[in-house]
């Protein structure tokens, strides 16, 4: 079975701070990877994912993140934060094992003015 | 505009009550989702389809049920049995299995 952890359960930052949230799975086989922002009031959107290729990928708002295989991890980064970044970010992976998407259980992003 | 349409937005169960939650999408995907949201647990699955007349079971799919009749809808019905039915309900589609999903707005359930 897969699985995602996030090990930040909830992180404050000031504005200008760089960020980096982790996640890791737990899956032998080919994966799918994502995250996912949910600003208050919002509907869950896409932020970046990977597929194949780069294992670099860029998502929207200046978002990044790096899949490296041999640790199993997808982290996201930013190198500099915005209030208006305050948000609940979820990493989540699928596979052709599974054919739906695992999600992990969160990080809570508070960005401080 | 095309998207998923939860309804209600609220919904409050009585004991011993059965309740269903609307998921429609008119993005023409084939697969459909729901993920139950509980704070500090992330999303959980309850149930999939990949096609019409088709579902399987998720991770938490004791005391639902779905159907699913026609490709644009997918209804979950919270039935009796599930004991701690409170919780936030996110219906979600995409083209294709293990790929990107696009969400409704979701349905918070309460028991009364």
């Known amino acids: 079975a897969q699985s995602v952890s996030q090990h930040n359960h909830h992180v404050i930052l000031s504005e200008a701070a760089s960020l980096e949230l982790g996640c890791n799975y737990s899956y032998g086989g080919t994966v799918n990877l994502f995250w996912y922002v949910q600003y208050p009031g919002q509907h869950l959107q896409l932020l970046l994912k990977y597929f194949s290729g780069d294992p670099l990928v860029k998502g929207i708002k200046g978002f990044e993140a790096e899949f490296i295989k041999s640790k199993f991890s997808f982290n996201l980064r930013k190198p500099s934060v915005q209030w208006s970044d305050t948000a609940e970010y979820f990493c989540?992976?699928?596979?052709?094992?599974?054919?739906?998407?695992?999600f992990g259980s969160g990080t809570r992003l508070q960005v401080q003015p | 505009d095309g998207g998923i349409t939860q309804s209600p937005k609220y919904l409050f169960r009585k004991e011993g009550q059965n309740v269903t939650l609307s998921c429609e999408q008119n993005l023409n995907h084939d697969a459909m989702y729901w993920y139950r949201q509980d704070p500090g647990q992330g999303l959980r699955l309850i149930y999939y389809?990949?096609?019409?007349?088709?579902?399987q079971k998720g991770d938490i799919a004791e005391g639902y049920s779905v159907s699913r009749e026609k490709k644009e809808s997918f209804p979950l019905t919270v039935t009796s049995a599930q004991k701690n039915p409170t919780a936030f309900y996110l219906c979600a589609s995409s083209l294709g299995t293990g790929e990107k999903l696009f969400f409704g707005s979701g349905t918070q359930l309460s028991v009364l």
């Open positions: 989540a992976v699928g596979s052709t094992g599974r054919r739906a998407l695992t």
């Open positions: 389809s990949q096609i019409v007349n088709d579902f």
